[in-house]
């Protein structure tokens, strides 16, 4: 992105406090992104490690109880303390999200032709004729066969890939300028997963969307973005282009992420397990002061623990903006 074109959405400083049955926790803390129309951001990490929270507070959807601070800017205006009206105004319609378990995300009691429809009806007011013949093209579009016969069937008459489509039509329904993907492709066949990801890829390119993908597959994530956060207690411990994130892996937790990637054809290790990250995700009420990372980290001396590490710059690379937390990416592993 250019310094001449402003950003379509702008995270500042976002923390996420979550209440627990030992208190209240940082589940997300210092988050800083821009994104502007047409580019694609990854989110990686853990599960537990923010990005699905992150996902909902863009959407003003965090659970009952939970309390962001910060700021978050869509096309200028301010996200966090908008009333409900205003929000609604914006979800289903400039901004828009595809859940990770399709089947929860759809209303099992109203068939799903009414489901496509409904965000048309209020936010485009299309009649109900209208909002049907454009509910037909969607699904249609997204490589729902037979369509027009399909549009009063309930969400357990489909396939869970196809159930992935329906809502991924729901998403795209009034032409979002904001398409955020949690996880679109979980408990898919590899050639569901393709067919999906290729599907979103092209509509984000035809329509100029600004797409935010969330996934655990780094192999999906190498294909489908430009930009990587990679995200690890709550934090962004490393970030930057995709190829430069992906390529240089600076920070000791990327390196552990990608080391524990099964590889096709790779030679067999001593006992025939891969390798893993040290330890165990401590609970979000148990972060160390400093480096989320610190302790599972093979790299982690005394001062890891007194303050989170500076996001440091290394450089050009490939793209610019590469920047990694740790003190200690000059030393050897």
């Known amino acids: 992105m250019t310094s001449r074109t402003a950003p379509l959405l702008e995270v500042r400083e976002l923390a996420i406090t979550l209440q627990t049955q030992r208190g209240p926790v940082r589940a997300v803390h210092d988050l800083n992104f821009t994104l502007a129309r047409g580019e694609t951001l990854g989110l990686i990490g853990e599960s537990g490690c923010g990005k699905s929270l992150t996902a909902l507070a863009l959407m003003g959807l965090l659970p009952e109880g939970a309390r962001a601070e910060g700021s978050i800017r869509f ?65 249609e579009r997204v490589g729902i066969t037979q369509a027009a016969q399909r549009l009063d069937a309930y969400p357990h008459q489909f396939s869970g890939g196809q159930r992935q489509r329906i809502t991924i039509a729901m998403a795209l329904a009034c032409g979002p300028d904001l398409l955020i993907a949690d996880e679109p492709t979980t408990a898919l066949d590899v050639t569901l997963q393709r067919q999906i990801l290729d599907l979103i890829h092209g509509l984000v390119a035809e329509r100029g969307m600004a797409l935010v993908l969330i996934s655990h597959d780094l192999g999906v994530i190498a294909r489908s973005v430009r930009r990587t956060l990679v995200m690890y207690g709550g934090t962004v411990v490393e970030a930057g282009p995709t190829r430069a994130v992906f390529g240089r892996r600076a920070h000791p937790y990327t390196q552990g992420l990608f080391a524990a ?25 148990d972060l160390p002061v400093g480096c989320p990372f610190a302790g599972r980290c093979p790299r982690t001396i005394a001062a890891c623990h007194a303050a989170l590490p500076p996001a440091v710059d290394l450089g050009a690379g490939l793209g610019g903006g590469h920047v990694a937390r740790c003190i200690r990416l000059g030393d050897a592993p």
Request: proline residues 7%; contains cysteine; charged residues 20%.
């Open 261 to 285: 990637r099964p590889q096709w054809g790779a030679a067999r290790v001593a006992g025939g397990r891969l390798p893993t990250i040290a330890g165990t995700v401590p609970e979000l009420a």
């Open 75 to 139: 096309e200028g205006q301010e996200l966090l303390g908008l009333q409900e009206l205003a929000l609604c105004r914006l979800r289903g319609n400039r901004m828009a999200m595809v859940f990770q378990e399709p089947m929860t995300a759809l209303n099992p009691v109203h068939r799903i032709g009414r489901q496509v429809a409904e965000p048309l009806r209020l936010h485009q007011g299309l009649t109900a004729a209208q909002a049907r013949t454009e509910a037909i093209a969607l699904l």
